[in-house]
């Protein structure tokens, strides 16, 4: 049984960190692209970050460039979320998601192309 278990969610002040980990298992992602998705109440699930299986291409939502980090390391099948500078407008559930499928993503922000989904870290920033 494929199963994502993020991890390092909580409270933190604006302008704080905080680093949050994707742990997979039940098989092994490190073809795979992965991602980081969040949800804030009201709206909808939303694309934060990805990272193809090589770890040198990296893809962020603009509202998060220069401010979260992703990074993976296949040998443990792990993912993370650096998260810097941290606002308000961050505060979400973080959801871990990996493709299935080996190859190209045609568009790595669209929630349909990751077949495997974590069950989330809820992230609050304090003003």
Known sequence: QVQLVESGGGLAQAGGSLRLS????GRTFSRNYMGWFRQAPGKEREFVAAIDWSDKNTYYADSVKGRFAISRDNAKNMMYLQMSNLKPEDTAVY?????????PV???TRNSE???????TQ?????
């Not at 994707?22 to 298992?25: V, W």
């Open 95 to 103: 959801y871990c998601a990996a493709r299935g499928r080996i190859g």
């Open 22 to 25: 994707c742990a997979a298992s």
């Open 123 to 127: 992230v609050t920033v304090s003003s």
């Open 114 to 120: 990751y077949d495997y989904w974590g069950q989330g």
């Open 106 to 108: 045609a568009l790595v």
